[in-house]
């Protein structure tokens, strides 16, 4: 693509005031071009950039912007794959962390941007038959993400975002699955228990809480489903349920 490729001729039919093909013009715009998608790029990453350095990313982003260019015209799309281009890039792979920090990033964006829903009252749920909860399939916050690394991304990301202060954080001292929703008005992010987030990733595919109790428990044999139930209703992530032969709960309205 000439728009983002120094190397290629002006295209064909772009001329300038004089009739004749215009490099110059169209480099112009060319650089206007690429130093939108790089500025893109920096405020979707703000943790990442302030980790790498101004100069590192921009450099960075500038070869993103020229292999990946925009395939959607809402520029709020650009960048989902720019975490796995981090991973992949040579320069940065002294900081094998950085892919996970651009995950988190990413995350927290798509939160943000996410349809609004209304939680469940936790009472609701309080009216349900115990042992009907294993059969329960709960509807999640459309802005529910879950980022799983082996770093400790989410120290990291908090001390490299907004006034946060940069600080030692041991990146072999363990890794943090992180929940990412927007239930509110801010998005938050949560470190989550061992298990939960194999827990969560199950019930959004649609698993009932029995099955996904089961695929956490082979991750973590220690995990505690009356806590990862705690506290996906304290985060606001329930949004709705369905039981078997039962009407289906919503937070908007309805009952169990």
């Known amino acids: 693509m000439a728009i983002l490729d120094p190397d290629m001729p002006v295209p064909p039919g772009l001329v300038g005031p004089d009739g004749a093909p ?3 013009r169209f480099a112009v715009y060319r650089n206007n071009v690429v130093a939108g998608l790089v500025e893109a790029l920096r405020a979707a990453f703000p ?3 302030r980790i790498v350095g101004d100069e590192f990313f921009s450099a960075m982003a500038r070869i993103y912007a020229a292999q990946e260019p ?3 015209p809402i520029m709020l799309a650009y960048g989902a794959g720019f975490a796995d281009f981090v991973g992949a890039f ?3 792979q002294g ?3 950085l892919r996970d920090v651009a995950r988190l990033e990413r995350a927290w ?3 943000y941007h996410a349809p609004e829903a209304r939680p469940i009252d936790p009472a609701a749920l309080g009216r349900v038959r115990p042992d009907r909860l294993p059969c329960i399939r709960f509807v999640l916050h459309p802005s529910l993400r879950i980022v799983r690394s082996p770093f ?3 120290a990291i990301w ?6 946060g202060m940069p600080s030692a954080v041991d990146i072999a001292g363990g890794g943090e699955d992180i929940l990412v929703i927007r239930a509110a008005a801010e998005v938050e992010l949560r470190a989550l228990p061992a298990g939960a987030a194999r827990f969560i990733q199950a019930l959004a595919t649609g698993a009932p809480v029995a099955d996904a109790t089961a695929l956490a428990l082979g991750d973590e044999p220690g995990f505690d489903l009356a806590r990862a139930l705690r506290g996906l209703l304290e985060a606001g992530a329930m949004v709705g349920w369905n039981l078997p032969e039962e009407r289906s709960f919503s937070g908007a309205a309805g009952s169990a």
């Open 158 to 163: 908090q001390t490299n975002i907004g006034d």
């Open 95 to 97: 900081l094998p962390y």
């Open 90 to 92: 040579a320069p940065a």
């Open 47 to 49: 943790a990442l950039r």
């Open 70 to 72: 925009p395939r959607s």
């Open 152 to 154: 400790p991304v989410l």
């Open 22 to 24: 215009s490099a110059k």
């Open 109 to 111: 964006a798509e939160a």
